[in-house]
């Protein structure tokens, strides 16, 4: 190289590092395409590097996930072995976190990514400590098993969403913090519920509750009905949207007042301005994939904006494959049909909560009745808007 050249460099090296140094709008324009784990790393370099970070983050809103399917090369569930990896890569900085994996691969297993380190159960308080270390501290983390799992493939908000009622399946929502939206995790027991609580929660007396998604666990135990009823009871009265079903257990939060074994509940209670729902029950009527489809399309009539809406569906373990002659992936292929661009979430159980449920300006259809919240056989089809 020549000394001209080298001349040349060194100004273009120069003024490369005034502009990173000192240009608010380029350097946060770069920063747009960092990821945002990274982007915490870069912050600590210099305080307009800080600066832009933090405004790159508030706008980074978007809804997103993780989602992966068996058999898991690994001791780990599938969805454990790739987290790790995968959480790297996301742009937002998680607020929420909404984890579930099938029961059946996840029975014993942990969430366990120090190569170094035995396998434990899902029970321990360690399973709960090696997932919060993906995540940012104060990050409210939610994990449920089930029998079955509804799950859209990671990337693309228009992939064909599947439904898997056997094998290692899973996915973990992850919610950022959103302006006019207030996501509430809670969870119950027998020991803890309570009006009180309940107020506390934003379950009751909360004008801006919008949805609530709630896993119920151990329900077949004796009182379990009545603990549920306990629930439902109010939030029938109220015109938020209800869904959510039976589940097999939870791993995250770890239980603090009931022994292991005992019924309870987790959800989350979505409140705020910008939030909207709109659901639908497949009954035990709707029985081929023509009649599916129609049921689902009258979710149209809420006029659900299509940016940062997650489709969610509680399907009973009854239905599925069996339930349509051998067909598989039919409500999910229907769900997909209508909503083309919008990702759908969800459960195979062992009871449904939900009905149809829609409330907009100019369109009414709301069940106030507590019976018509739980269901047997059928699938309650759910849209979720966050602003």
């Known amino acids: ?5 080298g001349v040349t460099v060194s100004l273009q090296d120069s003024k490369a590092s005034y502009i990173l140094s000192n ?19 870069i912050a600590s ?8 970070a933090r405004r790159v983050l508030r706008t980074q809103q978007q809804l997103t996930w993780v989602s992966a399917c068996g058999p898991s090369n690994t001791k780990a569930h599938v969805l454990c072995s790739i987290l790790a990896e995968e959480v790297e890569k996301v742009f937002l900085l998680p607020k929420t976190v909404l984890a579930l994996v099938d029961y059946e691969a996840f029975n014993g297993q942990a969430y366990c990514y120090r190569e170094n380190k035995a396998k434990k159960s899902r ?17 409210d983390i939610m994990g449920v098993t089930t029998q079955g799992v509804v799950l859209t493939p990671s990337g693309s908000h228009s992939s064909l969403p599947q439904e898997y009622q056997e094998g290692e399946a899973g996915f973990t929502l992850m919610f950022p913090s959103i302006e006019g939206v207030h996501i509430k995790p809670f969870h119950f027991c027998k020991e803890s519920i309570s009006p009180t609580a309940l107020k506390e929660a934003g379950l009751v007396d909360n004008p801006e509750l919008r949805v609530v998604l709630m896993f119920v666990y151990e329900a077949y135990k004796t009182g379990g009905a009545h603990f549920l009823s306990q629930i439902l009871e109010p939030l029938a009265k109220s015109k938020a949207l209800i869904a959510g079903g039976l589940v097999e257990s939870v791993f995250s939060p770890p239980r603090h007042c009931c022994s292991q074994g005992a019924y ?23 029985s081929t994939p023509k009649a599916a489809e129609a049921t689902i399309r009258r979710l149209k009539a809420a006029k659900i904006p299509e940016r940062n ?8 373990v009854g239905r599925g494959q069996n339930y ?31 009905c149809d449920r829609i409330v907009k300006d100019d369109y009414t259809l709301c069940d106030t009745d507590t019976d ?6 059928t699938t309650v089809m759910t849209l979720v808007h966050l602003g």
Not at 32 to 40: I, Y
Request: aromatic share 10%.
């Open 264 to 286: 309870g509940v987790v959800g989350l209670a979505l409140s705020g301005p910008k939030v909207q729902g709109a659901s639908v029950l497949l009954d035990q009527d709707i």
């Open 324 to 354: 349509y002659n051998n067909q598989a992936n039919v409500e999910a292929d229907a769900f997909h049909k209508v909503f083309p661009n919008t990702p759908l979430f969800g459960l195979f159980g062992n009871g449904e909560i939900g």
């Open 45 to 52: 370099v210099c305080r307009l590097w800080r600066n832009c």
């Open 372 to 377: 018509s919240l739980q269901h047997e056989y």
């Open 123 to 139: 029970h321990s308080p360690d399973t709960v400590e090696e997932l919060s270390l993906l995540f940012p501290k104060g990050c």
């Open 23 to 41: 240009v608010d709008e380029v350097v946060e324009r770069i920063l747009t395409f960092v990821p945002t784990k990274s982007l915490l790393r």
């Open 1 to 5: 190289m020549g000394e001209s050249e």
């Open 309 to 316: 809406t997650l489709g969610f569906m509680f399907a009973c």
